[in-house]
């Protein structure tokens, strides 16, 4: 099982390396980018039920028990304790999730609000864990899910912004404090052979898939380079590994090794690739479509709209005449005093009624 937990570490990606370099040469809302993301929203899921499963089979392992049927019966159990959890989280939580956030909103403080987002997400990740045996990280995946289905799920992300960046910096700390540089030194050919696979055996996969699914070689070598490196997800599978018994520190440690060095170099990689893409290819090698694709980077449905800041009294009344005159509008509502922000918030909730989107948030972030 060492090598499946080792197969599994090596095998993601870092969806944040991924979408910042896309974002830096506008490519997000190309036809390449909605590739790369989808492939990335897939790649996540995936990791997300390994979380869920690799507990289940350490546990069977270590019993002594593993045959075919009890698998297979733990692996159901399991997935029906998943399912069950979802389940809850879609009906109950996107009801009584946003309700919390609006009420607490409602009150006007953004301390509170911000410890009503803190409390939500970590309340519903323990859940998870103590009645549902869904692994912490599982459970808080769902409980941004459920966050997300908020209209106050842009505010809860810019109040929280600050705890994200000091909660990453705690993690890559602690995963600092694990990684033994020795290891360079001791072992530099498995540290090589694990950095190989990841920047070669990934990307010539991917070039291979997305070229036989036909699309141009600009989009297949660009995808494939997206995913050369691995993320996060690897510090985690690798310490579940260890804490299960099914991953050694040795293993961990060229994890970390072949994870740092991978993402040093991905940014030289997508410079010498443009650099070659700008030498070698012509007009005459992009598909009509992709040619298309690629210079649009705004997409159809979000042009020709009005954005009206500030959807108070004033704004809804401005609102209510653009949708009239089939105008689509947006409104993007500014965090209240406690005496506006009931009001407000009924003028916003009569413009989601109407069709418009809206937006709660600070209108010069």
């Not at 505010?155 to 994200?164: G, K, N, Q």
């Not at 990684?179 to 010539?204: R, T, Y």
């Not at 090698?285 to 800041?309: F, G, P, R, S």
Request: glycine fraction near 8%; charged fraction near 15%.
């Amino acid at each position: 099982m060492t090598g499946l937990v080792f197969g599994l570490c090596l095998s993601t990606t870092s969806t944040v390396v991924v979408l910042r370099a896309l974002e830096e040469r506008q490519l997000i809302d190309s036809q390449l980018g909605q590739i790369a993301i989808g492939w990335l929203i897939v790649e996540d899921l995936v990791m997300v039920l390994t979380l869920m499963l690799l507990p289940a089979i350490a546990g069977m392992l270590e019993q002594g028990n593993a045959s075919p049927t009890l698998l297979a019966w733990d692996l159901l159990l399991t997935i029906g304790k998943v399912a069950a959890f979802m389940v809850l989280m879609m009906v109950v939580g996107r009801r009584v999730v946003p309700w919390i956030l609006v009420k607490s909103a409602a009150t006007g403080s953004r301390e509170l609000f911000t410890l009503s987002v803190l409390a939500l997400a970590l309340g519903i990740a323990f859940g998870a864990v103590e009645f549902f045996d869904v692994s912490f990280a599982l459970g808080a995946f769902f409980a941004g899910m459920v966050l997300n289905e908020s209209e106050l799920s842009h505010r809860a992300a810019h109040d929280t912004l600050p705890l994200r960046d000091a909660f990453a910096v705690l993690f890559f700390v602690s995963v600092g404090m694990l990684f033994d540089p020795m290891i360079l030194l001791e072992q530099p050919l498995a540290v090589l052979g694990a950095l190989a696979i990841i920047v070669l055996g990934k990307s010539i996969a991917a070039w291979l898939l997305v070229t036989l699914l036909g699309h141009s070689r600009r989009t297949a070598l660009t995808i494939s380079v997206s995913l050369a490196q691995i993320c996060e997800f690897a510090f985690i599978l690798a310490g579940l590994g260890i804490s299960l018994g099914m991953l050694s520190d040795e293993g961990r440690n060229l994890v970390l090794a072949a994870a740092i060095l991978s993402i040093m170099l991905n940014p030289i990689q997508f410079t010498v690739l443009e650099r070659y893409l700008d030498k070698t290819e012509t007009m005459e090698e992009q598909t009509l479509e992709e040619a298309i694709e690629e210079e649009k980077q705004i997409l159809v449905d979000i042009c020709n709209h009005a954005v009206i800041v500030g959807y108070g009294r004033v704004g809804s009344l401005l609102g209510q005449q653009l949708m009239e005159a089939d105008v689509p509008a947006g409104g993007g509502g500014e965090f209240a005093p406690a005496r506006r922000s009931a009001a407000r918030t009924r003028h916003q909730s009569r413009a989601g009624q109407r069709g418009a989107c809206r937006y709660h948030g600070f209108s010069a972030s």
